[in-house]
């Protein structure tokens, strides 16, 4: 008579040891330790496992009062510990019962995520991390019932549970609020609801409809963030060169249903049904439910299915990866497990614009961002920050650059990003260049040298007498003389296939000038800056000049392979020594002796 609800299984072994005093319609339990081993239990959707509770205090029943009352009762595990003071419970003749008391709290998030998908979360998406405690003092009288509740977590994170990544990290929350629960509505009304931490600090207001049975809820919550703070907690998602400034403001409204139950009592297939019998069964041997029949309902709506959630917010000025944004405003809207925001059209510098119109798919699984395809981004400068941040990646040649000119535009043809393991995104596109102009970094630099080699290689043949084996011979034998310093590198109105897979970018038909030489590039960059590319360079006629033998060598490649990273490539010259050994065999009509590889071999063998 003294619980309204019972969790539909309890499983496990119990051992109570108390002082007792009985009568006709009173009980009071004193000194009582009860000490509960291999607990379990199913709570809707919920399974609690504890490997141990224990529970000290006393208990006091009289029927003639209708009365329940403690006056200290502590419960502990390792998930959860609370102590109540003053607890009073009196049972009228009709309607609800009265009651009053303090409850204290505190317990770990982890442990008590690991319970089941509490507030709709999911075995693979975000649980939560941190100790927490907090107090709630209660009183009602038949009418309704009044609490206020504080509560502090410390730390507090949001975890992936796919790789254990932190998305969201917050060294201390603090949260307070009141709640009013009137009886004849059966209506739940929170008001003065304060959330402060470091990064966000909320206050608001929220009522819920139908409390005990559809449980329809109604939030209004203020927003207000710290805009740095907000960029470094998303860096896992945005990027760790991402900033805002300004308007650091929201407004949250939302409307949803508590109960994630679509069909209570409806089983899964194959899920086994327990049925619980209605007789008494003191002191039977009762067999702990089965791992299946512990299992919450897999008809579950989703919370993003449950939720109906609208906000609005905004930044004065942002810096993406290098591109200096202006002000704008970002509006979301949360329903049938969708994130959908409206169009966002960015200025970007002089001239420059950002198109984006992000969704995201919260339900089914797996959770991913989309942008919708077409003209991403038009026409925005080159910067030596844009190129080292960004371009970089779909443009190794501007890497390390010192100093760009120039402008780009790109054109999505669709990206999928995984929110749990965003450098997993899929994405094409193209990539356009207007015009650029660079001063190369210290790959490119190398990459000039060994050009300038094979000029000299191909002038040295064509002075060396009736024999351009001869004339190679003898370019081969010269001491390296130091590379030329070159101009720049430029390019003009180039369009380059662009295409992100597992974690590296993809380039194609990158074409550009090293002075007046034209050299072509394809291959991959890692988000780590590892490298696998190939610089091609064509033969160019005037390094052959009017050598009869030579010209089938003009247009002819010689393909470079690059591995290694940015800060530290590693340009096989090999290469080159094999493209030329080539070119004197066919030159010298296939004779090739040693003196050639040898002196081949000692020049370019890797450093």
Same mark, same amino acid.
């Given at each position: 008579?003294?619980?309204?609800?019972?969790?539909?299984?309890?499983?496990? $072994?119990?051992? &109570?040891?108390?002082?007792?005093?009985?009568?006709?319609?009173?009980?009071?339990?004193?000194?009582?330790?009860?000490?509960?081993?291999?607990?379990?239990?199913?709570?809707?959707?919920?399974?609690?496992?504890?490997?141990?509770?224990?529970?000290?205090?006393?208990? $006091?029943?009289?029927?003639?009062?209708?009365?329940?009352?403690?006056?200290?009762?502590?419960?502990?595990?390792?998930?959860?510990?609370?102590?109540?003071?003053?607890?009073?419970?009196?049972?009228?003749?009709?309607? !609800? @019962?009265?009651?009053?008391?303090?409850?204290?709290?505190?317990?770990?998030?982890?442990?008590?995520?690991?319970?089941?998908?509490?507030?709709?979360?999911?075995?693979?998406?975000?649980?939560? $991390?941190?100790?927490?405690?907090?107090?709630?003092?209660?009183?009602?009288?038949?009418?309704?019932?009044?609490?206020?509740?504080?509560?502090?977590?410390?730390?507090?994170?949001?975890?992936?549970?796919?790789?254990?990544?932190?998305?969201?990290?917050? !060294?201390?929350?603090?949260?307070?609020?009141?709640?009013?629960?009137?009886?004849?509505?059966?209506?739940?009304?929170?008001?003065?609801?304060?959330?402060?931490?470091?990064?966000?600090?909320?206050?608001?207001?929220?009522?819920?409809?139908?409390?005990?049975?559809?449980?329809?809820? $109604?939030?209004?919550?203020?927003?207000?963030?710290?805009?740095?703070?907000?960029?470094?907690?998303?860096?896992?998602?945005?990027?760790?060169?991402?900033?805002?400034?300004?308007?650091?403001?929201?407004?949250?409204?939302?409307?949803?249903?508590?109960?994630?139950?679509?069909?209570?009592?409806?089983?899964?297939?194959?899920?086994?049904?327990?049925?619980?019998?209605?007789?008494?069964?003191?002191?039977?041997?009762?067999?702990?439910?089965?791992?299946?029949?512990?299992?919450?309902?897999?008809?579950?709506?989703?919370?993003?299915?449950?939720?109906?959630?609208?906000?609005?917010?905004?930044?004065?000025?942002?810096?993406?990866?290098? &591109?200096?944004?202006?002000?704008?405003?970002?509006?979301?809207?949360?329903?049938?497990?969708?994130?959908?925001?409206?169009?966002?059209?960015?200025?970007?510098?002089?001239?420059?614009?950002?198109?984006?119109?992000?969704?995201?798919?919260?339900?089914?699984?797996?959770?991913? &961002?989309?942008?919708?395809?077409?003209?991403?981004?038009?026409?925005?400068?080159?910067?030596?920050?844009?190129?080292?941040?960004?371009?970089?990646?779909?443009?190794?040649?501007?890497?390390?650059?010192?100093?760009?000119?120039?402008?780009?535009?790109?054109?999505?043809?669709?990206?999928?990003?995984?929110?749990?393991?965003?450098?997993?995104?899929?994405?094409?596109?193209?990539?356009?260049?207007?015009?650029?102009?660079?001063?190369?970094?210290?790959?490119?630099?190398?990459?000039?040298?060994?050009?300038?080699?094979?000029?000299?290689?191909?002038?040295?043949?064509?002075?060396?007498?009736?024999?351009?084996?001869?004339?190679?011979?003898?370019?081969?034998?010269? @001491?390296?003389?130091?590379?030329?310093?070159?101009?720049?590198?430029?390019?003009?109105?180039?369009?380059?296939?662009?295409?992100?897979?597992?974690?590296?970018?993809?380039?194609?038909?990158?074409?550009?000038?090293?002075?007046?030489?034209?050299?072509?590039?394809?291959?991959?960059?890692?988000?780590?800056?590892?490298?696998?590319?190939?610089?091609?360079?064509?033969?160019?006629?005037?390094?052959?000049?009017?050598?009869?033998?030579?010209?089938?060598?003009?247009?002819?490649?010689?393909?470079?392979?690059?591995?290694?990273?940015?800060?530290?490539?590693?340009?096989?010259?090999?290469?080159?020594?094999?493209?030329?050994?080539?070119?004197?065999?066919?030159?010298?009509?296939?004779?090739?002796?040693?003196?050639?590889?040898?002196?081949?071999?000692?020049?370019?063998?890797?450093?």
């Amino acid at each position: 008579p003294w619980v309204a609800g019972v969790p539909e299984q309890l499983a496990g $072994r119990a051992t &109570l040891a108390a002082q007792l005093r009985a009568r006709t319609g009173f009980v009071h339990v004193t000194e009582s330790d009860l000490d509960v081993t291999d607990f379990r239990a199913q709570v809707g959707g919920t399974t609690i496992v504890e490997p141990r509770m224990k529970s000290t205090g006393d208990f $006091r029943w009289d029927s003639q009062t209708r009365a329940i009352e403690s006056n200290d009762l502590q419960i502990t595990s390792s998930t959860v510990a609370a102590r109540a003071s003053g607890v009073s419970v009196q049972l009228g003749e009709t309607g !609800p @019962p009265t009651a009053r008391g303090r409850i204290a709290f505190r317990g770990d998030f982890e442990r008590v995520s690991a319970w089941g998908n509490l507030l709709g979360a999911t075995p693979e998406g975000l649980r939560p $991390r941190g100790a927490f405690e907090g107090l709630l003092q209660l009183t009602s009288d038949a009418t309704r019932a009044t609490s206020t509740l504080t509560f502090k977590a410390e730390p507090f994170q949001l975890v992936n549970a796919a790789d254990g990544a932190v998305a969201w990290d917050e !060294p201390r929350i603090d949260l307070a609020t009141e709640a009013v629960y009137t009886n004849a509505d059966d209506r739940l009304q929170f008001s003065n609801v304060r959330l402060t931490g470091k990064t966000v600090q909320m206050q608001g207001a929220a009522v819920v409809e139908q409390f005990r049975t559809a449980g329809l809820v $109604r939030g209004d919550v203020n927003v207000t963030y710290d805009a740095a703070e907000l960029a470094n907690l998303l860096a896992t998602y945005l990027g760790p060169n991402v900033h805002f400034q300004g308007a650091n403001t929201a407004r949250l409204q939302a409307t949803g249903r508590l109960n994630a139950e679509a069909s209570r009592g409806v089983p899964a297939p194959g899920v086994p049904v327990t049925t619980v019998s209605t007789e008494s069964t003191w002191n039977a041997d009762a067999t702990p439910p089965s791992p299946q029949s512990l299992a919450p309902n897999p008809l579950a709506t989703p919370w993003s299915r449950r939720w109906q959630v609208a906000t609005e917010t905004g930044w004065a000025a942002a810096n993406l990866d290098g &591109l200096p944004v202006g002000a704008a405003r970002l509006t979301a809207n949360v329903r049938e497990g969708q994130i959908q925001f409206t169009p966002l059209e960015l200025t970007v510098g002089q001239g420059g614009r950002v198109s984006l119109q992000p969704r995201i798919t919260l339900d089914p699984a797996p959770q991913v &961002l989309e942008l919708a395809p077409g003209q991403m981004i038009s026409n925005v400068a080159i910067s030596a920050e844009v190129s080292e941040r960004m371009l970089k990646y779909a443009a190794p040649i501007v890497a390390g650059a010192t100093r760009t000119e120039g402008s780009f535009s790109f054109f999505m043809e669709g990206v999928q990003i995984p929110l749990r393991q965003p450098k997993q995104g899929r994405l094409n596109g193209r990539l356009t260049i207007h015009n650029l102009a660079v001063m190369p970094g210290p790959m490119i630099q190398s990459i000039t040298g060994l050009i300038r080699q094979i000029e000299g290689f191909g002038k040295t043949a064509q002075g060396g007498g009736g024999n351009p084996l001869e004339g190679l011979l003898g370019g081969v034998l010269q @001491p390296p003389q130091p590379a030329q310093a070159i101009k720049g590198i430029t390019m003009t109105e180039r369009a380059i296939d662009i295409q992100v897979v597992d974690g590296r970018v993809y380039h194609r038909n990158l074409e550009f000038l090293i002075d007046d030489v034209p050299v072509r590039s394809q291959g991959s960059v890692g988000f780590d800056e590892s490298l696998a590319l190939e610089i091609e360079v064509p033969i160019q006629a005037k390094w052959v000049g009017s050598k009869p033998a030579l010209q089938p060598l003009i247009g002819q490649s010689i393909r470079i392979p690059v591995t290694g990273t940015f800060a530290k490539p590693n340009i096989d010259e090999r290469a080159i020594g094999a493209f030329l050994t080539q070119a004197a065999q066919a030159a010298a009509g296939g004779l090739l002796g040693d003196e050639l590889n040898k002196a081949l071999d000692k020049l370019l063998r890797p450093k």
